[in-house]
């Protein structure tokens, strides 16, 4: 239905003053119930709002044309002096909901907020561009997602998105879900790195990027260390910055690392249950759930883990019960690991001569398939050997001189 400018001009006109008459009225004398309601009707309100411009920058190509501009988020960096960067995101989802008509319903309705149907949109270019799923996959995970959304918040309905396939199919994606995780494994080796400057002022920056598993085992560590801290301070009606909280955790663990411990290349790491069923854990390529929140990781980065961490496995049977519950002896003693790098001096990798205080333990037969905590059973390999061994790509021989030589398998 065209609607008459004046028209337009109205229902804007009304929008308007509705909202002046609001800004007049005191929020601190409204009731609670009052306060309630309104926040929710303008939760809806909001989300509406942003369907309608979505729908106008959709059907705006008109004035990039008229103003010269490349296309309309140009003109709203000139004219409305919106960041060219947050212009640009509005006119790409204001695309992708011309797309996905159940996400534009959704908005429009007000039970899907605007940053719910950025997520949604992105995890759907994903299902689109992936290979193995069809328009009918993409239609059914556009359905699951825009229900979800009406119980889940935005950074749990990304979390969704990443799996969502799964939830369509899991017989026809398991695996593919299980090759992009190996494949995000590998990716965050590649961009794993560690950078430090001296601020000239007493302290020092310092920046990282770690893998998400490196990443969970380390806040966990340091929250354990600045809750008290913060629970501490409360009740003496302090209040400090969490982060300052956390920078001063991320100190104490350094300043009290016990330096015997830096052979074994990192010495006991914060515990972290993994969570898979045996034949899984058997597997190549699998997946497992790391921590209580569900964070999956690769069977073969679950068997890596388990060589030189505070690793408790829940390893499940066929009926989901409960078959192991970690085992005390799974870690190499701090003796054995001495014993070990008098016996193999350096990496046991062929061609590898990284010096043992580098290197970690490694079960030649896996922990997680009854292999023992004994010196007969590990080897010192350096980590990136160590990834090595694990890697589902590769296959190795124990020489008679006991090194490991890989070969990587014909068909990866």
């Not at 590898?352 to 333990?361: G, I, K, N, S, Y």
């Not at 390999?381 to 030589?405: E, N």
Request: glycine residues 6%; hydrophobic residues 40%.
């Amino acid at each position: 239905m065209n609607l008459e400018p004046d028209t337009i001009d109205a229902d804007l006109n009304a929008i308007e003053a509705s909202l002046d008459d609001l800004l007049t009225r005191d929020p601190a004398y409204w009731r609670t119930s009052q306060k309630k309601d309104a926040l929710q009707r303008l939760e809806k309100i909001q989300a509406k709002q942003a369907a309608v411009k979505l729908r106008l920058l959709a059907a705006s190509s008109d004035i990039a044309e008229e103003t010269g501009a490349k296309d309309v988020s140009g003109w709203m960096r000139t004219e409305l002096l919106v960041d060219k960067g947050v212009a640009r995101s509005q006119v790409n989802l204001a695309a992708d909901l011309a797309k996905y008509e159940l996400v534009a319903k959704g908005l429009a309705e007000g039970v899907i907020s605007q940053d719910k149907a950025r997520v949604i949109a992105r995890a759907l270019d994903q299902v689109e561009a992936d290979p193995v799923a069809s328009a009918e996959d993409l239609l059914l995970a556009e359905k699951l997602l825009v229900e979800h959304a009406t119980w889940f918040t935005a950074n749990e309905l990304k979390n969704a998105g990443k799996r969502i396939l799964m939830m369509v199919d899991p017989d026809r994606f398991e695996e593919a879900e299980a090759k992009a995780l190996q494949r995000e494994e590998e990716n965050a080796q590649r961009r794993t790195f560690f950078q430090s400057r001296d601020n000239g002022d007493g302290t020092v920056e310092i920046q990282a990027r770690v893998s998400r598993a490196v990443g969970l085992r380390l806040r966990t560590m340091l929250d354990s260390l600045a809750q008290p801290r913060k629970w501490s301070a409360e009740e003496k009606g302090r209040k400090a910055p969490y982060d300052r909280l956390l920078g001063q955790a991320f100190a104490r663990v350094i300043e009290t690392y016990d330096v015997d411990q830096l052979p074994r290349h990192g010495g006991h790491a914060t515990t972290v249950f993994v969570t898979m069923s045996l034949d899984e854990l058997r597997k190549d390529l699998a997946t497992a759930s790391l921590g209580f929140d569900g964070d999956k990781i690769t069977a073969a980065e679950a068997r890596r883990m388990a060589c030189n961490a505070d690793l408790v496995p829940v390893v499940l049977g066929t009926d989901s019960e409960i078959l192991d519950l970690g085992r005390t002896a799974r870690l190499a003693h701090p003796i054995q690991h001495r014993a070990l790098r008098l016996r193999d001096k350096c990496c046991q990798a062929e061609d590898c001569d990284a010096p043992a205080a580098w290197t970690e333990a490694h079960h030649l037969n896996p922990w997680g398939e009854g292999g023992k905590t004994d010196l007969a059973n590990m080897v010192l390999l350096c980590p990136s050997d160590h990834h090595r061994i694990h890697d589902p790509k590769y296959t190795y021989d124990r020489l008679p001189d006991g090194q490991i030589r890989f070969t990587r398998r014909a068909d990866s």
